[in-house]
T-cell receptor, first 114, second 111 residues
Framework: NAGVTQTPKFQVLKTGQSMTLQCAQD?????MYWYRQDPGMGLRLIYY???????DKGEVPNGYNVSRLNKREFSLRLESAAPSQTSVYFCASSAQGALNSPLHFGNGTRLTVT | GENVEQHPSTLSVQEGDSAVIKCTYSDSASNYFPWYKQELGKGPQLIIDIRSNVGEKKDQRIAVTLNKTAKHFSLHITETQPEDSAVYFCAASTGTYKYIFGTGTRLKVLA
């Protein structure tokens, strides 16, 4: 069982470049999430998708866009990367979202913007 | 806004001793409290969770307690082993899609 798979694992960008982080889950979960993790700040929600066809902003959405491509896949796009977006990005999924199902995380993408 | 405070930020214990990590939440509507363990280079993994209608839950060497009046919940690990060394995160949720995470505790179990 792969669970939640994120690609790439590492990425270095120059300021102003764009990229898309990919996420796929094979657990038939309805809800998917993108978090960023920074030292001393825990995990902060960027965007989430409660179900296929819907997306909503989280705590720190500025500078990001998302696409829920289908039930399995949820991508995060940086249109014009900035050094402040240097972080570790985690995708997560859950079965029922609002009914307090636990989050299942991928292993992260470590992004550096120079 | 809502927040979750987590203490301590680092914790070192001798193998076989107990470890306790504490979290305090601000939103009284929170009703679900998961704990995650994150090993180096990996994503957080759920280790135990508790809902607001329960005061305590145990799973082998791990237990979580909840005090709704004080808005306080804790993770207890007994008989610690080297493989328990990791970063632990608490979180609180109000039943929406929003989980508020603590800032993490780095636990080191010394052999």
């Amino acid at each position: 069982n792969a669970g939640v798979t994120q690609t790439p694992k590492f990425q270095v960008l120059k300021t102003g470049q764009s990229m898309t982080l990919q996420c796929a889950q094979d657990m038939n979960h309805n809800s998917m999430y993108w978090y960023r993790q920074d030292p001393g700040m825990g995990l902060r929600l960027i965007y989430y998708s409660a179900s296929e066809g819907t997306t909503d902003k989280g705590e720190v959405p500025n500078g990001y866009n998302v696409s829920r491509l289908n039930k399995r896949e949820f991508s995060l796009r940086l249109e014009s990367a900035a050094p402040s977006q240097t972080s570790v990005y985690f995708c997560a999924s859950s079965a029922q979202g609002a009914l307090n199902s636990p989050l299942h995380f991928g292993n992260g993408t470590r992004l550096t913007v120079t | 806004g809502e927040n979750v405070e987590q203490h301590p930020s680092t914790l070192s214990v001798q193998e076989g001793d107990s470890a306790v990590i504490k979290c305090t939440y601000s939103d009284s509507a929170s009703n679900y409290f998961p704990w995650y363990k994150q090993e180096l280079g990996k994503g957080p993994q759920l280790i135990i969770d508790i809902r607001s209608n329960v005061g305590e839950k145990k799973d082998q060497r791990i237990a979580v307690t909840l005090n709704k009046t004080a808005k306080h919940f804790s993770l207890h690990i007994t008989e610690t082993q080297p493989e328990d060394s990791a970063v632990y995160f608490c979180a609180a949720s109000t039943g929406t899609y929003k989980y508020i995470f603590g800032t993490g505790t780095r636990l080191k179990v010394l052999a």
